[in-house]
């Protein structure tokens, strides 16, 4: 009798990844997180709760795999969560089959419908956001309006950039520079997207901007000024997993005419 109701307890039992979202604060932190990297003061004030309550259950989630944390390259004192999509979207396929065969579902996102905008920001517009922009373009062709720019330019796109994106994608952008945001300002785009810590503590607010940050490391910044190649694969790869997983999130009906900066760039 005692190895039959173990049985049915464990096939009663709910998926770990049910019971990790279940929890109505977790679902809205999960929530936040699937539109933003965020700091924990971030994710407080997003969803209304005490410190060490957020903390506990940021714990929770992340000895679950479902986020991941970094620390910040501009404030070494701060780290940035992210929600790993891709094990959210293992864990709805497999939860869909643990309920019925018939119900496994694949992960993979799809393009939403419709035109819409982006403009991807970094400090020197020359590995990360240019990686991001040709990523998108590539992928979503006529669909997206993409651009990118930097706050304090480099003066050219870092030939690892160039290298990666060609040889991991086939893509080209030999002849791209990049471009300071002063340039860029005034056009009207559905989402500025950050990719740089600096670029996301530092660039100015402005009404009805759009923002979303992606905390990913300089993969130009190296290890003892040494660059690496595998780095920039690494953080195209990383990148390039983002941006499938942007497109779903893409439509016309967010163009409202906002604009991208109304202030001078801060340092």
């Not at 039992?13 to 604060?25: D, G, K, T, V």
């Not at 501009?74 to 869909?96: H, I, P, Q, V």
């Not at 309920?99 to 590995?127: E, I, T």
């Not at 720019?149 to 050219?156: F, I």
Request: proline share 7%; charged share 25%.
């Amino acid at each position: 009798m005692y190895f039959k109701l173990m049985a049915v307890h464990e096939a009663a039992a709910a998926p770990q990844f049910i019971r990790l979202i279940s929890h109505p604060l977790r679902w809205r932190m999960v929530v936040e997180l699937a539109r933003s990297d965020l700091r924990v003061r971030d994710l407080c004030s997003a969803v209304d709760e005490r410190q060490n309550l957020v903390s506990y259950h940021l714990r929770l989630l992340r000895s679950g795999g479902l986020v991941r944390s970094r620390r910040s390259s501009f404030d070494a004192r701060d780290s940035y969560y992210n929600l790993d999509l891709d094990r959210c979207g293992e864990g709805l396929a497999s939860t869909g089959a643990a309920l019925h065969p018939a119900l496994h579902m694949s992960p993979s996102p799809k393009p939403a419908a419709g035109r819409s905008s982006v403009l991807f920001v970094c400090s020197g517009n020359s590995a990360r956001s240019p990686i991001a922009e040709a990523l998108l373009r590539h992928r979503a062709g006529d669909d997206v309006q993409v651009s990118s720019a930097g706050t304090r330019p480099r003066d050219r796109i870092h030939p690892h950039a160039i290298r990666v994106l060609r040889e991991q994608f086939n893509i080209d952008i030999e002849g791209q520079t990049p471009r300071p945001l002063h340039l860029v300002r005034g056009q009207c785009v559905d989402r500025v997207i950050t990719l740089c810590d600096k670029a996301r503590e530092t660039l100015p607010e402005a009404e009805d901007w759009p923002r979303v940050h992606w905390s990913i490391p300089d993969p130009a910044a190296g290890v003892g000024g040494r660059t690496s190649y595998p780095e920039f694969v690494s953080t195209a790869t990383e990148i390039d997993t983002r941006v499938r997983y942007l497109m779903p999130t893409l439509s016309a009906t967010t163009k409202t005419g906002t604009k991208a900066a109304g202030k001078e760039d801060q340092p």
